[in-house]
């Protein structure tokens, strides 16, 4: 089946049920997308589908075919996961950094779909675990983003 990721097509020779997260690291080498939980619940296996945030740890891989799907490897080549990046460095949101690529991606798409969003949006969005504890600093980053999104 062919997988366009990061705006490359890629044949991959999978089981349409084979886990998307599989198919990134161990098929094609994109290992920015961590394993955490395997239950969709932590965040860490994040990606961007359509611009959408996808737990990829329980997204078969048939489900995607067709779909733009984006992994932290590209994320800046989008301006608002440039400015999130950025910002995410400029802050120095991470400790161990295990998760934050998941929540790059979160952010991103938040900001994606809500140019200015509010304390309670950020609060829904921003629900990967992390187990530095670094939230404060997660929303913070976030909040930046949106206070300049909205100036």
Not at 82 to 101: D, F, H, L, N, P
């Given at each position: 089946m062919e997988l366009r990721i990061n705006q490359k097509a890629y044949q991959v020779d999978a089981d349409a049920d084979t886990p998307l997260l599989w198919v990134i690291r161990d098929d094609l080498g994109l290992t920015g997308t961590k394993y955490g939980c395997g239950l969709a619940q932590c965040g860490a296996c994040s990606v961007l589908v359509d611009g959408n945030v996808v737990r990829s740890c329980v997204t078969p891989v048939a489900g995607v075919v067709g779909r733009e799907i984006t992994t932290i490897e590209a994320i800046e080549?989008?301006?608002?996961?440039?400015?999130?990046?950025?910002?995410?460095?400029?802050?120095?949101?991470?400790?161990?950094?295990?998760?934050?690529?998941?929540?790059?991606?979160?952010?991103?798409?938040?900001?994606?779909?809500?140019?200015?969003?509010?304390?309670?949006?950020?609060?829904?969005?921003?629900?990967?675990?992390?187990?530095?504890g670094t939230y404060n600093a997660i929303h913070a980053a976030v909040d930046a983003l949106a206070k300049q999104e909205g100036a």
């Open positions: 080549e989008d301006e608002v996961g440039k400015r999130v990046v950025a910002t995410w460095v400029e802050q120095q949101v991470a400790q161990c950094g295990y998760c934050q690529s998941g929540q790059v991606m979160a952010a991103t798409a938040l900001l994606k779909h809500t140019r200015a969003p509010s304390k309670a949006q950020i609060d829904a969005a921003m629900v990967n675990l992390c187990r530095c």
